[in-house]
């Protein structure tokens, strides 16, 4: 990734340095909202939602924590005696999380994760980042994957949002403007901008219950359970079958 590209690394790296920063979401409909911010990336287990902590306490064993950001389910993880590996696309955060002392973090995308790594007993995908699987068909190519890289009692710990869970007329349009386009309602097509810096566009996976249910199919994985926030947001546990 280009320095110019990295707009999610310069927010976390800015926010590290002064506390301060944004984080401007681009769709490709022309949406633009702000996000939560870079300090959500900061937050520590004792500000995390009761939910967030159920997740972590299914972690087991050896962790890969694919999107790692600044290192906040790592640190945590690594307190509670986990070794970790943190895997990020972006360098800048991969330097930060570096900084705040994740012991083993690269700068790595989530299509490049392989054996080279180890085995694995635990995958977190926290953050909404069950959205990096991209769609259907990625998805279940890298949860086949993730299958070839864990252990026999391996599990896999993902949040995401059910996108139909909303009312929002604007959201309502970008569903149906995806089915238009042969695309699944909550794959959005995004990318991120901090001052003069800007993302390439990449695909997120939105995806309700259902739709999860669906991807697992054939995939060494099944449903353990689900853990709902009281939201649109809820996290999927994944054991291997």
Known sequence: MQDYQDAFGHEILDYWRTGKGFEIVERDDGYFALSGGPEMYFATHESWPPYYREA??????????????AGRHALYLQEQGHEVVGIDSSPLAVQVARERGVRDVRELSITRVSRKLGRFDTIIMM???????????????????????????????????????????????????????????????????????????????????????????????????????????????????
């Open 56 to 69: 972590m306490a299914c972690v087991h064993g050896r962790v890969l924590d694919v999107g790692c950001g």
């Open 127 to 241: 953050g909404n980042n069950f959205g990096l699987l991209g769609d259907m068909r990625r998805g279940r190519w890298l949860l086949k994957r993730f299958h070839s890289i864990t252990s026999g009692a391996g599990r896999i710990v993902a949040e995401t949002t059910d996108p139909y869970d909303t009312t929002d007329p604007d959201h309502l349009a970008y569903h149906e403007f995806n089915r238009q386009r042969g695309r699944l309602g909550g794959q959005v097509q995004i990318r991120i901008r901090y001052k003069q810096f800007c993302t390439p566009w990449f695909d997120y996976w939105l995806a309700s219950r259902q739709e999860v249910e669906e991807l697992v199919r054939g995939t060494g994985w099944r449903i353990d359970r689900f853990i709902p926030s009281g939201g649109p947001q809820y996290i999927v546990i994944l054991k291997k079958n």
